[in-house]
């Protein structure tokens, strides 16, 4: 635990006076034991303000659960020296490819904004059974809300609230190669739509079937890539577009 000048402090002693009201402590959770990821992170573009990483497979943007140096944010904290460093969005642990953080907390909310107001355009790329009787583009539309596991996510009747463009890239075999565009951000939105299109992810652990805890096989990662990100810098003005360096298995 630190205090507000960065200088450690018991817990006894913050809880004893003379430490006056309202003072502001900083405490660091430890997780015991937590296994390292045996995959790196890669920077892609670093300016005053935005940094922009290529994630791995497995690797969590930040601390959660049995997950906290082996995060994207605190790697980067610690190798970079960033201590405002923050995420402008998140994308699965399961799930490779862009990351976008802001390096000043003066200029986070204008880059958060472009993702509230839907006006940063993603691309993913996905591979999944390919069903010759599907159309192709599809735009799936539906309302997505939890399900009875903290970890999954349904449709349900209702008013949409994600809203994901689909088409196919290349097709091989019974794998098809797809792209996805989701205009909304809803948690698990494109596995929840290609579930219900009946294309579940290659190598996904959630859907259809629930992989008990801890079972984690590095060698069959979740087939799904956050490749493109384009938008219009809020700071700067220019227009931005990064591309992952990662492929998928296909």
Not at 45 to 67: A, C, Q
Not at 153 to 163: D, F, H, K, L, S
Not at 232 to 239: L, R, S
Request: glycine content about 6%; proline content about 9%.
């Amino acid at each position: 635990m630190l205090d507000a000048c960065g200088q450690p402090i018991s817990l006894a002693a913050a809880s004893q006076p003379p430490c006056p009201t309202h003072t502001r402590l900083y405490y660091y959770r430890e997780v015991p034991n937590e296994a390292p990821i045996p995959f790196e992170e890669v920077v892609l573009h670093r300016d005053e303000h935005l940094l922009v990483v290529d994630k791995p497979h497995f690797l969590p943007v930040v601390p959660s659960g049995g997950y906290l140096a082996e995060t994207v944010l605190v790697r980067l904290k610690r190798k970079l020296g960033l201590d405002d460093l923050a995420p402008i969005h998140r994308i699965d642990r399961d799930t490779a490819g862009l990351v976008l953080f802001a390096t000043q907390s003066a200029s986070r909310a204008a880059y958060s904004a472009l993702f509230r107001q839907h006006q940063v355009h993603k691309i993913y790329h996905a591979i999944a059974p390919w069903r010759a009787d599907l159309p192709m583009p599809q735009l799936r539309q539906s309302r997505i809300q939890p399900a009875g596991h903290f970890m999954l996510q349904q449709e349900v009747p209702g008013e949409p609230n994600a809203i994901t463009h689909i088409r196919v890239l290349q097709v091989r075999g019974a794998l098809a190669r797809y792209e996805l565009r989701p205009v909304t951000g809803q948690r698990h939105q494109l596995r929840v739509h290609m579930l219900a299109l009946g294309l579940p992810l290659l190598n996904d652990g959630l859907y259809p079937t629930l992989t008990p805890e801890g079972q984690v096989d590095h060698a069959h990662p979740l087939q799904l890539l956050a490749r493109e990100l384009a938008f219009t810098d809020p700071v700067t003005g220019q227009a931005r577009h990064f591309v992952s360096q990662r492929q998928l298995m296909f």
